[in-house]
């Protein structure tokens, strides 16, 4: 399972490259919905493209200007004051330890010591200004930039990466966590009401999968220990040559009484290829062909044939791997 991925973020991107509309009210809706839900996850990639200075002077972009610097006050002001608490049990413990070494007070200045350099990196994190790679990844519950058809035009939506299907309980998003993924042998049957109606594509240049496999020997670690047992591990794949996937997806929009709407995603996965397997994994995304972009986001639920062949006739780059940073 693709469990996460860096993608595009930037809606720039999408308009540029495949001259994409923008739909601009669902990114302002989500801007504004996450000063009361903290739940909604948004990159730092797509903040930052949306808070650009030199973005349009549409209503829309002043709207999500203004719903950010919301957001980075109040979770700067949760953090100053977590951190003006973390301090004051830092010094109290210092304070104890001077008189007396209790493993009470090494412990509280151990775990205070520690909240305090997390609360400073986040606090720096939240005002930094320079994108990182990671500032493009997305997780499950993790929103991201979704292009599909609407109206025959290519659309550019915000979307969680976890699709709760419509008619759903809410409960389902706990009762089936794995629904970030949609498996190929299952297309017709748990996806059925997805696959041939709601589909989409995202942008992915790298994704990363978590893995199973022996612990290193006494000869690969170096250390004179042996290796036993068994450890898990985090491994980036990246297609080699590097290049930017159509990833295939589908998407469903849910509605519930006394509930806010959602717009949510799964990418399709299959067996994986040889080198992905190798390393300890079972599923891959699909990455399909430029050529085929438009007929998958048209969609034909009465030719499903077709559907299966564009997955089919995907792009098949060879996936290098290493240890996930």
């Known amino acids: 399972m693709c469990y996460s991925a860096q993608i595009w973020q930037d809606y720039r991107k999408y308009v540029r490259q495949f001259d994409g509309q923008l739909d601009l009210e669902a990114f302002v809706q989500l801007f504004w919905s996450r000063l009361d839900n ?25 709207q999500i200007r203004a719903a950010v610097g919301i957001w980075q006050t109040q979770q700067a002001l949760k953090l100053e004051q977590e ?13 104890a330890l001077q008189s007396k070494t209790t493993k009470a007070a090494l412990e509280a200045q151990r775990i205070s010591g520690s909240k305090v350099e997390w609360i400073l990196a986040k606090l720096a994190d939240l005002r930094r200004r320079e994108l990182q790679d990671d500032d493009s990844r997305i997780y499950p519950g993790t929103y991201a930039p979704v292009m599909v058809i609407e109206d025959g035009r290519r659309v550019l939506k915000p979307m969680r990466y976890q699709c709760r299907p419509a008619g759903k309980p809410v409960s389902y998003d706990r009762q089936y966590p794995g629904t970030y993924n949609a498996r ?23 994704f990363y999968e978590h893995v199973t496999r022996p612990r290193p020997t006494a000869a690969s670690t170096g250390n004179g220990h042996e290796g036993d047992g068994l450890e898990n591990v985090i491994l980036e794949f990246r297609p080699r040559p590097q290049q930017d996937m159509l990833v295939a997806c589908l998407w469903s929009h849910w509605r519930g009484e006394g509930e806010s709407d959602l717009d949510s995603f799964a990418a399709i996965t299959d067996t994986p ?3 992905v397997a190798a390393v300890g994994h079972d ?35 060879y996936f290098e791997h290493r240890l996930a940073a």
């Open 38 to 62: 903290d739940k909604i996850k948004i990159p730092k990639a797509m903040e930052m493209a949306f808070t650009d200075p030199l973005n349009p002077s549409e209503e829309g972009f002043k």
């Open 83 to 95: 951190l003006f608490k973390q301090r004051a049990r830092l010094a109290d413990a210092q304070r």
């Open 184 to 206: 190929r042998d299952n297309l017709e049957g748990f996806w059925k009401r997805q696959f041939g109606h709601s589909h989409g594509l995202m942008v992915v240049n790298a």
């Open 273 to 275: 290829p040889e080198e």
């Open 283 to 317: 599923r891959c995304i699909i990455p399909i062909k430029y050529k085929n972009m438009e007929a998958w986001l048209s969609q034909n639920p009465r030719n499903l044939s077709d559907l299966y062949a564009i997955l089919d006739d995907r792009q098949r780059p």
